[in-house]
């Protein structure tokens, strides 16, 4: 007969004295949470959880620790072996890149995203970057198509919208505009 035994209702858990390797239902998890909703933590309870946490790195994830050179290898390493292993179908990559297309297509999608972004400036770190990342990448002739496109519509629409006291300079004549 053994203790951890739910039949005889001795030790419900595998591991006695403790809630290790006990897993709740959905249901009991709804009810937990249910209980726990609107309870306030009292200023000594969130001292202690505070003092509990500070320097804690297990609780934290390890968050702010800083990691040596060759700790950081190691770890791109794994992740890369990681990710080779976990790599997915390409069914998979088809699915999750119709999903990516679908959420552009959605109505006011493409507008909201860029006014959440309008006036933000990219340091000349990140821009160097960038050029970085892309250099000696290949674009079909669409992708190439749609860039030019893109960047016509955006010189259209800086012509539009710039002031009318600004002087349009012919830089291929020796003449300078007259101004009034």
Same mark, same amino acid.
């Given at each position: 007969? /053994? ?16 809630? =290790? ?59 890369? =072996? ?10 998979? =990559? ?19 995203? /860029? ?37 016509? =519509? ?20 020796? /003449? ?5």
């Amino acid at each position: 007969m /053994s203790a951890a035994n739910q039949e005889f209702g001795y030790n419900i858990n595998p591991t006695a004295g403790s809630c =290790l390797g006990k897993t709740h239902t959905e249901a009991t998890k709804e009810k937990i949470s249910h209980s726990k909703k609107g309870t306030k933590l009292s200023e000594e309870h969130k001292r202690k959880v505070s003092a509990f946490m500070t320097g804690n790195t297990y609780a934290s994830g390890n968050k702010g620790v800083k990691k040596s050179e060759e700790c950081r290898q190691r770890m791109t390493v794994a992740w890369k =072996l990681r990710r080779l292993e976990q790599s997915v179908s390409e069914k998979t =990559l088809e699915k999750m890149s119709a999903a990516s297309k679908e959420v552009w297509e959605r109505p006011g999608m493409r507008e909201r995203y /860029s006014a959440a972004h309008k006036g933000k400036k990219q340091t000349p770190e990140t821009i160097a970057k960038i050029k970085a990342g892309n250099k000696g990448k290949r674009r079909t002739p669409e992708t190439i198509a749609r860039m030019k496109e893109a960047q016509r =519509l955006r010189r259209q629409k800086q012509k539009a919208t710039k002031p009318a006291t600004q002087l349009e300079f012919d830089f291929g004549s020796d /003449s300078l505009p007259a101004t009034s």
